[in-house]
């Protein structure tokens, strides 16, 4: 059974860069067929997609945080991707969640419980 | 506000049917498959449908999907208190060359 787990500070001051790991056990990244996401949950709000990452240099990233993500990389031999995005504001304090997808049928199928992140000084 | 529109509630008896729409353009349900999510509060969103009408494994046939044009509905029948959530569309959308979930609807049950 594939399970994935975020992990990260729960806790990032306003400017500063929020780091995400996602950590994949019961199956491998490396597989062509999938790609690994970030989606989050303000308080109060929906569901947001934030980024993909199918292979080393080929991302997609939602429009309204594309100019804040450093980069969304994977690393085959931990098993893990990440994510890391800039200039955070109190507007980034949310759920986040990692997920497995699933490239050109885009659901995703294996979720991460999620990670709660506040932004605060 | 979401590129994908999905009523803000909906709500039914316990038993009867509800369906939950969601409303894009061509440039995301027109062209691509459609998912559902179900989202209890404290949990991991959970795939209910892929590929506009599919089911995963162990996702009960209570649960069905379907995609006409630029909109696509989530049935559930036989409610039962433990359906009550919130219940997101999602899929991609070309302009933003990026994946989008609808605003989300939560399901009450009465």
């Known amino acids: 059974q594939l399970q994935l787990q975020e992990s990260g500070p729960g806790l990032v001051k306003p400017s500063e860069t929020l780091s995400l790991t996602c950590t994949v056990s019961g199956g491998s990244i490396s597989s062509g067929e999938y790609y690994w996401g970030w989606i989050r949950q303000s308080p109060g709000k929906g569901l947001e997609w934030i980024a993909v990452?199918?292979?080393?240099?080929?991302?997609?990233s939602n429009p309204s945080f594309r100019s804040r993500i450093i980069f969304s990389s994977k690393d085959t031999s931990k098993n893990q991707f990440s994510l890391r995005l800039s200039s955070v504001t109190a507007a980034d304090t949310a759920v986040y969640y990692c997920?497995?997808?699933?490239?050109?049928?885009?659901?995703?199928?294996?979720w991460g419980q999620g990670i709660l992140v506040t932004v605060s000084s | 506000q979401s590129v994908l529109t999905q009523a803000p509630s909906v709500s039914a008896a316990p038993g009867q049917m509800v369906t939950i729409s969601c409303s894009g353009s061509?440039?995301?349900?027109?062209?691509?498959?459609v998912s559902w999510y179900q989202h209890l509060p404290g949990g991991a969103p959970k795939l209910l449908i892929y590929?506009?009408?599919k089911r995963p494994s162990g996702i009960p046939d209570r649960f069905s999907g379907s995609k006409s044009g630029t909109s696509a509905t989530l049935d559930i029948s036989g409610l039962q208190t433990g359906d009550e959530a919130d219940y997101y569309c999602g899929t991609w959308d070309d302009s933003l060359s990026a994946g989008i979930f609808g605003g989300g609807t939560k399901l009450t049950v009465l």
């Open positions: 590929d506009n009408n």
């Open positions: 997920a497995r997808g699933w490239d050109r049928h885009d659901h995703f199928d294996y």
């Open positions: 990452i199918l292979d080393i240099g080929y991302t997609h």
């Open positions: 061509n440039s995301n349900i027109g062209s691509h498959y």
